[in-house]
């Protein structure tokens, strides 16, 4: 059964290479979602729905349960896709993006939200600036030019439909969150996450009954700033299932 390793904003499937450098296993999937770095399907709308539904796809071309591990908007798929489809998985792990009812997205979601000033802003992120503002925003400096090199237009205009679909995604898809206690849990978290605040890990892992691990010195890249810790606790969940 392999490992699905599933990427966020606006990262592509690079984002995982660190940790699975310290994996001891090898039969690892990790994807490029649809316009972050792999192609567009034929009339590709970039809602939170359809990239479920697509994740959903790819996960049911394996033809038997998967470990299922997602970051960020990689997070938040995760959960739904378990939500709906459980017997698909063998277990799920994710970090850095909880389905909350209570939650308010952070102030650069909102801009992107906002129709005209989401365009402006995305023209604004480009080059150094968009380098200094990934570094700015958490990601470690080594790894911020190439996340900030794979950041295209096609990408720019996905994230902000994707986010635009999304204005009350904690209200529309935390009920059946619940459902993911039918599969083991880990949930994975960085104690100074800026745009998801550990508090709504806590309660989501409550609802779901997965184990919480925070690193109280990490930011919102977990996967980029501590690859060994995470891996061993990855390897260790799924030794546990």
């Known amino acids: 059964m392999p490992a699905f390793l599933v990427h966020g904003v606006p990262d ?12 001891s296993r ?3 999937i990790a994807l490029d979602n649809p316009g972050f770095g792999s192609p567009l399907p034929a009339g590709w709308t970039a809602t939170k729905e359809e990239y479920a539904d697509w994740l959903i796809g790819e996960i049911e071309k394996a033809g038997e349960p998967v470990d299922i591990v997602g970051h960020d908007w990689g997070a938040l798929l995760t959960a739904r896709v378990v939500s709906l489809r459980p017997y698909l998985f063998r277990t799920w792990a994710l970090g850095a993006g909880a389905i909350d009812e209570g939650y308010t997205w952070h102030d650069m979601a909102r801009s992107w939200q906002t129709p005209g000033m989401g365009e402006q802003v995305m023209q604004a992120m480009s080059g150094p600036a968009l380098e200094a ?4 925003g958490g990601v470690p400096a ?4 190439t996340t900030a090199s794979n950041v295209t237009d096609e990408m720019k205009d996905c994230i902000l439909k994707l986010y635009r679909s999304a204005f009350n995604v904690g209200a529309e898809w935390q009920e059946e969150t619940k459902k993911m206690a039918q599969r083991p849990g880990l949930m994975i978290w960085g104690g100074k996450d800026p745009y998801m605040q550990v508090e709504f890990a806590r309660k989501m892992s409550e609802r779901t009954g997965a184990t919480l691990v925070v690193y109280e ?3 919102h890249w977990w996967p980029l700033e501590k690859p060994a810790e995470v891996a061993k606790a990855l390897e260790e969940h799924w030794a546990s299932a």
């Open 26 to 28: 090898k039969d690892i």
């Open 217 to 219: 010195d990490s930011g």
């Open 133 to 136: 503002g990934l570094a700015g």
């Open 142 to 145: 080594e790894h911020a030019g």
């Open 12 to 23: 592509t499937h690079r984002l995982w290479d660190p940790i699975r450098s310290h994996l």
